[in-house]
Every structure is written in structure tokens, then in C-alpha cells.
């Protein structure tokens, strides 16, 4: 056989190959569109009357979620929310769409679910996939505190939703994973009496803890009347017994065992103070000092870096802070702290959160993270904090009560908090769902996602819709109507 010919015969090969190639590609694609249209309709989750789905708008009967999305026609349909009751109550939101793929997330703990709610008009309609687009149409109506809960939540819907439509989980969303386990620090209630705080921290490490955190607040140290001043304010004495109680606690836990402090209701009121507390401690080394001026304070970045420039201690804050530039930048900027506190269901949940730990990264400054969510909120923090350079590590705020918290959600493997980590799942979105039977059983207020036409319109967010009003239009008439001139 000639050259020609056994060229002429190679490009033919490899069209008949390409063409089945093609055909196999449109094949699926046949495949993927009928499963589609079976489902256009959409799908809400389990929830709703009985546990064969329930109805949406117009009263269609949804049937099990669809493999297959069309993405481009993703439309965001309803937002729905359920409380539930703990230690500070855990508000998560379900946002809906037409095609069957639903979001959970999650308004910052002790918050209120209309946060997210109230953002539905500006939500509804809207292709969840528009991350960015959405959430900066939303940013305006967020803030700090409990006021960040809401844009918080929909971050966290969102990225659930698109983690499902591509099936990716929400880490891969946000960058490459560098952690398959999330280190954690448990919340520990307090005490005055030294070794009662030994022993609380001392379970702590039993259970696998390898980071721990203790609360020296006014009321611990306000044993004796001469620890604080008539302010308040700890007096040298009061920064001595809280050292007591800090030396108690390494004792139990070991001297080389990271161990921050608190001190947010200690009642420091000004920079002087707040450097006496630092260097009292400085011997203990701590991990951190936290929120000298309150969990509100983060905005006193001048106040801080003066107090880090006069003591070799370490300081932190930020968990009431909202957003890069308007929490997070100065602090960062000014070398003001030497790390960083966010807690995701304030400072903008997955996306925002990871943005403010890579510009501390590249300022040089750790990341912590403050946590006393659900394991829904908590779940997308682990998903954020395993992609982060700088990070340390994670509070978690339900131990005590650790029996039914993990069990407010299946698809994880249990214990959710094994040996003092979160192993962060690879599977698309949060890779978590509600249990239903367990969330229902620990509602603060009856009703399962129950439908909000309260929100359906602008309540508190956006421009209002207008309409008529009484006025001299511009032929100088008197007229109680809408016209264009305005």
C-alpha cells in the first residue's frame, strides 16, 4: 500500500471516529435534555406535605430532584427559612429554584431569619449563578453585627446551589484545598474558681481538643473588690487572679498546648488599660487576647496598634465585622492586630470571608475563625477555612450539646466533630442536608419552611415601586399621577 493511500485511509478513519465521537456527545446531551424537561418544572426539597416533595407555585407536585440541570435557565424562585432553638438560635434559610436544585445556608447565630428574607424580592427571578452580580446587589443592606446574618445566608445558599448544578463542593468554588481537616477550638463555659476552669478545659483535651480558647471576663475575676476598679475596669491586681486562672488551665492542658483568651466583657475601656492587660499575660504567651474593646471594637485599629506596638502579646478581633474594606482592611493594612477573627455568618459567609483571609495572607496577618452556628453555617465556615494560606483555626460552639447538633444534618459522616477537627466533605455544594425529623423536633416556632408572601415585596431593601402621587406636572397642571418627568 502506498503512502497516498494510507494517508487517505488514516483521515478517514479518524472522521468516522470524530462523527461517533460527536454522536455519542449529542447522544448525552439528548439524554440530559429529555431528563430535563421531565423535571422543568423544578423541585422543592423533602419538607412539604409527606415525603414524595410537595407543592410549588400553582400547586405542581414536584417529583425526586433532577441530575440535570440547564444551567443558563436557572431562575431563583423562593426563600423560605425555619429556626432553630439552641444555645444562640440557628435561623436556615432555603432558597428554591425552577429546576429542582435548592440552597441551604444560614443567617448568623442568634439572628433573625427576616435578615435573609427581607432580600427575597431582590433575589427572586435571578440566576443563582450570578454569584457575584447578586451578592453585590445585596451588599448595601448588609453590616456588621447581626446585621451581616443575611447577606451572609445567601452567600452560602448560593454557593450550595452552584456546587450542585457543576457538582463541585463549595471549597473547590473558592480555591484549591489546602486542608482535608479543619482544625477546631471548642467553647468552654467559664468560672471564677481556677480549678474548676482547669478541669472544664481539661475534658476539653480528653475529647481530642488540640486548641483551646478560655473566657476571663469581668465576673470571674470580680471575686475580691480591690480586682477592679469602680468602672469596672480590671486593676493589677484583677489582670494578677486572671493570670491564675490562666495558669491553672495550661497546667492542665500543658504549657506547649495553644490557649487564647477573651476578654470582650472584661470591661477594658481604654488603650492604656488594654496594654497593662497584654504585658500582665505576656509570660503566659497566649495565643491570642481577643476583642480587648469589645466585639465591636475592630473599628478602633488605631487604639489597637498601638496597644500591639507596646506588648509582645497577641492580639485579635474582628468577629462582629463586616466585609474586607469595611471591617477588615485597616486592621490589616496598619499591622494593627497579629490576627484576624471573622465569623462567616457576619463577615460575608464563603466568599467575602475567603477574600479578607487572602488579603491578611498577603499582609502578613493569621485568620481564626469565630463559629457558634449550626452544622449548616459551620459546614460552609470548614469549606472556606480549608482553602485559606493563614489559617489557624475554627471555634465550634456546641459541644456540650454535640449529641443532637450533628444530628440536624445527614450526608456528613458522624461525629461531624471528630478528635478536635472537621473533615471538610468533597461532595458538590455543602455536601449536607437537612434531617428533617430532628430539625422539626428543635424549632423555636412551629412550621417547616413554610411559604414568606410577607417578603414577596420591598419591605426594607431597594428602591420602593412608586406610583401616583399629587404634584404640578411640567404643563402646570395639577395631577395625582405617575409621570416620567420625575
Not at 423535571?39 to 407536585?61: E, I, K, N, S, Y
Not at 471548642?186 to 481539661?202: F, I
Request: charged content about 25%; proline content about 6%.
Amino acid at each position: 500500500m502506498n503512502a497516498s493511500k494510507r494517508s487517505r485511509l488514516s483521515r478517514r478513519n479518524m472522521l468516522w471516529q470524530t462523527a461517533a465521537g460527536l454522536g455519542a456527545i449529542f447522544k448525552m446531551t439528548e439524554d440530559r435534555a429529555a431528563a430535563q424537561a421531565r423535571g422543568a418544572a423544578g423541585q422543592t426539597p423533602p419538607g412539604g406535605p409527606g415525603r414524595g416533595g410537595f407543592p410549588g407555585r400553582g400547586g405542581v407536585r414536584y417529583g425526586p430532584i433532577n441530575k440535570f440541570s440547564a444551567p443558563s435557565d436557572l431562575r431563583i424562585t423562593d426563600l423560605r427559612a425555619v429556626t432553630v432553638a439552641a444555645n444562640f438560635d440557628y435561623p436556615i434559610v432555603r432558597m428554591d429554584t425552577n429546576q429542582g436544585v435548592y440552597g441551604l445556608g444560614e443567617v448568623r447565630d442568634g439572628g433573625f431569619k427576616g435578615a435573609a428574607l427581607g432580600l427575597k424580592p431582590l433575589l427572586v427571578g435571578r440566576n443563582p449563578l450570578d454569584i457575584t452580580a447578586i451578592l453585590d446587589a445585596i451588599r448595601p443592606y448588609s453590616g456588621h453585627g447581626r446585621q451581616g446574618g443575611g447577606y451572609s445566608a445567601i452567600d452560602i445558599c448560593l454557593h450550595d446551589i452552584v456546587g450542585k448544578v457543576f457538582g463541585v463542593p463549595i471549597w473547590r468554588l473558592l480555591g484549591d484545598k489546602k486542608m482535608d481537616r479543619v482544625r477546631l477550638y471548642a467553647d468552654t463555659t467559664g468560672t471564677s474558681d481556677p480549678k474548676k476552669y482547669a478541669d472544664r478545659m481539661l475534658a476539653r483535651k480528653k475529647l481530642g481538643f488540640t486548641y483551646f480558647k478560655m473566657d476571663i471576663t469581668y465576673n470571674f475575676i470580680n471575686v475580691k473588690p480591690d480586682h477592679t476598679d469602680t468602672y469596672g475596669t480590671p486593676t493589677d491586681k484583677g489582670i494578677a487572679y486572671g493570670g491564675e486562672l490562666i495558669t491553672a488551665v495550661k497546667d492542665a492542658i500543658g504549657w506547649e498546648t495553644p490557649l487564647a483568651t477573651d476578654t470582650s466583657s472584661l470591661r477594658v475601656r481604654t488603650v492604656k488599660d488594654a496594654i497593662r492587660v497584654c504585658r500582665g499575660w505576656e509570660k503566659y504567651q497566649m495565643a491570642w487576647i481577643e476583642d480587648l474593646f469589645g466585639t465591636m471594637g475592630f473599628n478602633r485599629w488605631q487604639d489597637y496598634k498601638e496597644v500591639r506596638a507596646a506588648t509582645s502579646s497577641k492580639i485579635l478581633t474582628g468577629e462582629d465585622g463586616f466585609g474586607l474594606e469595611e471591617a477588615f482592611k485597616p486592621l490589616i493594612d496598619n499591622r494593627a492586630v497579629d490576627l484576624i477573627h471573622p465569623d462567616p455568618g457576619t463577615s460575608g459567609a464563603c466568599r467575602e470571608t475567603k477574600r479578607i483571609a487572602d488579603y491578611a495572607h498577603a499582609g502578613g496577618v493569621q485568620t481564626a475563625l469565630h463559629m457558634a452556628g449550626s452544622p449548616v453555617g459551620t459546614m460552609a465556615a470548614a469549606h472556606a477555612a480549608c482553602t485559606m494560606s493563614n489559617f489557624v483555626a475554627m471555634e465550634v460552639h456546641a459541644i456540650d450539646f454535640i449529641s443532637w447538633w450533628q444530628q440536624l444534618v445527614t450526608g456528613v459522616p458522624q461525629p461531624i466533630v471528630d478528635q478536635g477537627f472537621i473533615n471538610v466533605p468533597d461532595t458538590p455544594g455543602l455536601g449536607l442536608e437537612l434531617n428533617e425529623p430532628v430539625v422539626r423536633e428543635h424549632l423555636r416556632e412551629p412550621g417547616y419552611f413554610e411559604p414568606t408572601p410577607e417578603y414577596d415585596k420591598v419591605r426594607f431593601v431597594g428602591r420602593g415601586t412608586g406610583g401616583p402621587w399629587p404634584h404640578f406636572n411640567v404643563d402646570g397642571v395639577w395631577v395625582n399621577e405617575r409621570t416620567s418627568d420625575y
